[in-house]
Nanobody, 122 residues
Framework: VQLQASGGGLVQAGGSLRLTCSFS????????MGWFRQAPRKEREFVAG????????YSADSVKGRFTISRDDAKYMVYLQMNSLKPEDTACYYC????????????????WGQGTLVTVSS
């Protein structure tokens, strides 16, 4: 399994971005997917996750109501729609995959993408 995240960039506060994670490998529909982020000098933190069926998703309190995770099993893609961005959302964003359902624990993910940088200016 290989994951490739893209879609990061520089955006003003209040703006939007959509991150994309492409999944290369077999049986994408067997994997729960998650987005994590890591800001400079901070621990990596969970952002949002979706189960292998696409029927259940949840997000961190810090992004709830602003970020939405979704998946397209036909395209082997996972998306993170980010609206109403704030400077504190500035971080490198990573997508991750694990067999089974979603999880908010990075230790439970088996595969990681390389990260895409999101910078939100005030």
């Amino acid at each position: 399994v290989q994951l490739q995240a893209s879609g990061g960039g520089l955006v003003q506060a209040g703006g939007s971005l959509r991150l994309t994670c492409s999944f290369s490998g077999r049986s994408f529909s067997n994997y729960g997917m998650g987005w994590f982020r890591q800001a400079p000098r901070k621990e990596r933190e969970f952002v949002a996750g979706v189960n292998q069926f696409g029927t259940r998703s949840y997000s961190a309190d810090s992004v709830k109501g602003r970020f939405t995770i979704s998946r397209d099993d036909a395209k082997y893609m996972v998306y993170l729609q980010m609206n109403s961005l704030k400077p504190e959302d500035t971080a490198c964003y990573y997508c991750a995959a694990r067999r089974g359902g979603e999880s908010n624990s990075d230790h439970e993910y088996d595969y990681w993408g390389q990260g895409t940088l999101v910078t939100v200016s005030s």
